[in-house]
């Protein structure tokens, strides 16, 4: 035991306060042999033992680094806070239920295999109903560098950076990548199996951290996730945006369903309109979030959030537009292509207003591009102090969010060690105009780990090695400087009328009534078994008529459909084909709808096991898939938030009038979206319902066919 006088037990940690910061640690399977992770474990508390008491624990003996090892919990004189728990699988239970006896209040299990899912719950209710909590199992431990609580595998480097992961190996690579860029870590929460804290809980307490920069998370396990988009868009409101790392991109993560809707809403996708509803930044790799983490804490180190100059997470602007870059190249052709790969990525390289152009001129030789980009030109060879004169003119001038130097800088000193002195004091020159400015400045560069560099990232001032990073970094930045988190419109159930019990099926005649009960119009239609039938169910419709074969999802590619049917004759022929090519014993004849100016949308929703009910719009009919023009939303909707999805389609002229054709109506298709999601909420039995096509003209919306997937849960 480490020297000190512990504490009660309980005291003044509440919330999460055990976790991150508590008054006393044990270790329990603290090892002396450092292959083991009870090494890891025992080193790190022992760090942190001027701060808190440390206990380790070993049935067998020993030390560590002058502590000796306690046979058992109930060996110590007080029961500690956090208990760290670190031993076979069949061992934790048991040690479990000895600190929760003691007063424990926060259990780290890093086992792994503490039993199945059942066995795993239960030990997480035997923490909860107590009002402990715990950390795993199966997890790499927490890290709080400011409150020098190291309890993990590994040294992770201190920074700004918090980060909540479910894979240990990933946060390893995020650590070693972000001290190569001048940070590192302020919190780092391993969640594994999540059974009791989960990313939700860890955000959370992220938010309120003041240490704690810059936000960073990697989910494969949503659990509750419309909980987790509130945490994220709170961290959005709070200047900390969530950078959110997952699983799913690959077709290899998604199976075939049994709708387009199944296929166009993916759960990647799914998690993508999450986080844009939610104000959070979803990436693909662990370098591309390090280098987004690099440039917002830049951004926020030069002022307040909340002000228009530089990238800012939250600018008080309805509509700020595209970030806008100015590019300072000492060569022309790295200068063209940064700016080319700037606009590439969605980002505004404006041209400069005379008086800035003026102004940058007058450090660059006669004849030097002034423009945008701003070519060097020699300048620098000249003298050093030209890069942060420009800069500082740029940064200053209020014409551009940010400026990026691309090309030499920080590599001069390499061919001529003379002039290291007056490459650092430049690069100080370049961060203090960064830091006077309020403004982002992005370095790309081909030098690597020079004293320059150095200056710069112990300043804050991002470096990239490759342009394309510092493209899709700003991009990030940008993006979330724009969201809008979207306000929650969360599910209500209404008492169920009988038209809105469940459904027991979802072929097209159950989904007809279900949608025609929400409001939704529908075709006239009748339902038959036999020609004879077929036939007098069309004159009662009335031609043309539309036959459908039922009970086939994709009708179209089953040839169980035919359109445009003008008499009797035609039917015949019709019906007796279906019948062959499809079997079906059971047909609509429905009235076949021909408005004018008529554009089809697919529009469904889809139960997410993590969102809940997904809303989709997007082009419909046949090649829906093929187009994949899509938007997704959280469902219920509001009609405000229907009218945005539609309008966000990237084949929106056809919705608001394409070629002298007049606009359909926006408010019906908003309307008939809003009232799938709403059915979708109130229905929990439906996994999957889709309209395609849904019909939207200039006089009003109709829905032409629909097909639901329904999942009977006891």
């Not at 001529?416 to 007056?422: I, K, L, S, V």
Request: hydrophobic residues 45%; proline residues 6%.
């Amino acid at each position: 035991m480490s020297s000190g006088t512990d504490p009660p037990p309980g005291g003044s940690a509440t919330g999460l306060d055990a976790l991150f910061d508590p008054r006393s640690v044990a270790v329990v399977g603290a090892s002396q042999n450092p292959a083991k992770w009870g090494y890891w474990l025992a080193k790190g508390a022992l760090a942190g033992a001027h701060r808190r008491t440390v206990h380790l624990v070993n049935r067998r003996g020993g030390e560590l680094l002058g502590t000796p090892f306690l046979p058992a919990l109930d060996a110590l004189p007080r029961m500690p806070e956090h208990v760290v728990v670190a031993v076979p699988s069949q061992e934790v239970r048991p040690i479990v239920t000895a600190g929760l006896a003691g007063g424990a209040r926060c259990f780290t299990v890093i086992s792994s295999g503490a039993g199945n899912r059942q066995e795993e719950r239960e030990l997480a209710d035997l923490v909860t109903r107590q009002g402990a909590r715990l950390l795993g199992p199966n997890c790499m431990g927490v890290l709080d560098t400011t409150s020098e609580l190291r309890l993990s595998w590994g040294d992770f480097p201190a920074g700004t950076v918090g980060l909540v992961s479910q894979s240990g190996n990933l946060a390893l690579e995020i650590g070693r990548l972000l001290a190569r860029a001048g940070q590192g870590f302020s919190r780092f929460v391993s969640l594994g199996n999540q059974r009791d804290i989960d990313a939700a809980d860890a955000l959370d307490s992220l938010i309120a951290h003041e240490e704690t920069r810059a936000l960073a998370a990697y989910v494969e396990d949503f659990r509750d996730g419309r909980r987790l988009a509130r945490t994220m868009a709170a961290a959005h409101a709070a200047g900390k945006p969530v950078l959110l790392l997952t699983v799913g991109r690959s077709d290899a993560s998604e199976r075939a369903a049994a709708s387009h809707t199944g296929a166009l809403v993916s759960a990647r996708a799914t998690v993508e309109a999450v986080c844009g509803e939610s104000g959070a930044l979803l990436l693909d790799t662990a370098g591309e979030l390090v280098d987004t983490a690099v440039c917002l804490l830049a951004a926020r180190a030069g002022g307040e959030a909340g002000t228009r100059d530089g990238i800012r997470v939250r600018s008080p602007e309805p509509d700020p537009g595209p970030a806008r870059v100015a590019v300072v190249g000492d060569s022309g052709g790295q200068g063209a292509l940064a700016a080319d790969t700037f606009a590439a990525h969605g980002l505004d390289v404006p041209a400069l207003p005379e008086a800035t152009a003026s102004a940058v001129a007058a450090h660059l030789p006669h004849g030097a591009g002034c423009g945008n980009p701003v070519d060097l030109a020699g300048a620098g060879e000249r003298d050093l102090g030209n890069y942060s004169r420009i800069a500082g003119v740029l940064l200053h001038g209020g014409d551009v969010d940010a400026v990026v130097l691309t090309g030499y800088f920080g590599d001069y000193a390499t061919a001529d060690p003379a002039q290291t002195a007056r490459e650092c004091e430049t690069a100080g020159e370049l961060a203090d105009a960064a830091a006077s400015s309020g403004r982002t400045l992005v370095v790309h560069t081909m030098a690597r780990d020079t004293a320059a560099i150095d200056v710069l990232r112990r300043r804050g001032i991002p470096v990239y090695e490759r342009i394309e990073q510092a493209a899709r970094a700003l991009a990030g930045a940008a993006k979330l400087r724009a969201a809008r988190p979207q306000p929650r419109c969360e599910p209500t159930v209404r008492a169920r009328t009988p038209a809105q019990a469940p459904l027991s099926d979802g072929g097209y005649e159950t989904v007809r009534k279900l949608i025609a009960s929400y409001g939704l119009a529908t075709p006239a239609a009748e339902f038959v078994t036999s020609v004879e039938e077929g036939v007098e169910a069309a004159h009662r419709v009335g031609y043309p008529v539309v036959l459908k074969a039922m009970g086939l999802p994709h009708r179209t590619d089953a040839g169980g459909i035919a359109l445009g049917i003008e008499g009797e004759r035609a039917l015949l022929t019709a019906f007796a084909r279906m019948r062959e090519a499809t079997g079906a014993p059971r047909y609509a004849v429905e009235a076949m709808a021909t408005p004018r100016h008529a554009v089809e949308l697919i529009a469904g929703v889809r139960r997410d096991p993590a969102f809940g009910p997904v809303a989709m719009v997007g082009i419909g009919g046949v090649a829906a898939e093929l187009l994949a023009d899509t938007v997704l939303a959280t469902a219920p909707l509001t009609p405000e938030r229907a009218h945005e999805m539609l309008l966000s389609l990237r084949h929106t002229p056809l919705l608001t009038g394409w070629r002298g054709a007049p606009p359909v109506r926006l408010d019906m298709a908003a309307g008939a979206l809003c009232s799938l999601a709403r059915a979708a909420v109130e229905h929990a039995e439906l996994s999957e319902l889709e309209v395609n096509p849904l019909l939207v003209h200039p006089d009003g919306a109709i829905a032409l066919d629909a097909h639901a997937v329904v999942e009977l849960r006891p």
